[in-house]
Protein backbone atom coordinates (compact mmCIF):
# COMPACT_ATOMS: atom_id res chain seq x y z
CA UNK A 1 0.00 0.00 0.00
CA UNK A 2 1.32 3.47 -0.65
CA UNK A 3 2.33 5.59 1.85
CA UNK A 4 0.45 8.57 1.15
CA UNK A 5 -2.28 6.44 1.26
CA UNK A 6 -1.50 4.86 4.64
CA UNK A 7 -0.97 8.17 5.73
CA UNK A 8 -4.51 9.71 5.12
CA UNK A 9 -5.71 6.30 6.68
CA UNK A 10 -4.30 7.71 9.87
CA UNK A 11 -7.69 10.05 9.93
CA UNK A 12 -10.10 7.56 9.50
CA UNK A 13 -13.26 6.95 11.60
CA UNK A 14 -11.98 3.38 11.65
CA UNK A 15 -9.70 2.97 14.62
CA UNK A 16 -8.64 -0.21 13.40
CA UNK A 17 -7.65 1.08 10.45
CA UNK A 18 -5.83 3.75 11.73
CA UNK A 19 -4.00 1.68 14.56
CA UNK A 20 -2.89 -1.02 11.13
CA UNK A 21 -2.03 2.37 9.29
CA UNK A 22 0.23 3.62 12.60
CA UNK A 23 1.53 0.75 12.90
CA UNK A 24 2.32 -0.22 9.04
CA UNK A 25 4.23 3.48 8.45
CA UNK A 26 6.00 2.92 12.33
CA UNK A 27 7.98 -0.33 10.82
CA UNK A 28 8.56 0.68 7.52
CA UNK A 29 9.60 4.22 7.08
CA UNK A 30 12.72 6.20 6.85
CA UNK A 31 13.91 9.77 7.96
CA UNK A 32 12.37 10.41 4.29
CA UNK A 33 9.48 10.27 6.32
CA UNK A 34 10.35 12.77 9.04
CA UNK A 35 8.89 15.90 7.50
CA UNK A 36 5.64 14.49 7.29
CA UNK A 37 5.75 13.37 10.91
CA UNK A 38 6.40 16.27 11.52
CA UNK A 39 3.63 17.93 10.51
CA UNK A 40 1.22 14.99 11.41
CA UNK A 41 2.08 15.91 14.85
CA UNK A 42 0.47 19.46 14.26
CA UNK A 43 -2.17 18.15 12.28
CA UNK A 44 -5.63 19.78 13.22
CA UNK A 45 -7.10 15.86 13.44
CA UNK A 46 -6.36 14.95 17.16
CA UNK A 47 -6.36 10.89 16.03
CA UNK A 48 -4.22 11.69 13.35
CA UNK A 49 -1.86 13.86 15.21
CA UNK A 50 -2.17 10.89 18.44
CA UNK A 51 -1.26 7.71 16.01
CA UNK A 52 1.66 10.48 14.81
CA UNK A 53 2.28 10.55 18.92
CA UNK A 54 3.25 6.54 18.30
CA UNK A 55 5.45 6.94 15.00
CA UNK A 56 7.20 9.61 16.45
CA UNK A 57 8.21 7.54 19.24
CA UNK A 58 9.17 4.63 17.10
CA UNK A 59 11.13 6.24 15.02
CA UNK A 60 12.94 9.02 16.64
CA UNK A 61 13.39 6.63 20.21
CA UNK A 62 14.09 9.49 22.96
CA UNK A 63 14.52 12.08 20.87
CA UNK A 64 10.48 12.07 21.09
CA UNK A 65 10.20 12.25 24.40
CA UNK A 66 10.14 16.22 24.24
CA UNK A 67 7.84 16.31 22.14
CA UNK A 68 5.57 13.68 23.40
CA UNK A 69 5.68 15.13 27.07
CA UNK A 70 4.45 18.88 25.45
CA UNK A 71 1.57 17.23 24.25
CA UNK A 72 0.99 15.59 27.48
CA UNK A 73 0.73 18.77 28.86
CA UNK A 74 -1.33 19.97 26.10
CA UNK A 75 -5.41 21.02 27.44
CA UNK A 76 -6.10 20.16 23.22
CA UNK A 77 -5.36 16.23 23.92
Given at each position: ????LLADM????DEQNRWNA??????HVDAS????LTQLLEDPDLRARGMAGYI???RWDR???????KRLGDPRF
Amino acid sequence: MPLPLLADMLHEDDEQNRWNAMQLIASHVDASFDKQLTQLLEDPDLRARGMAGYIAAKRWDRKALPILEKRLGDPRF
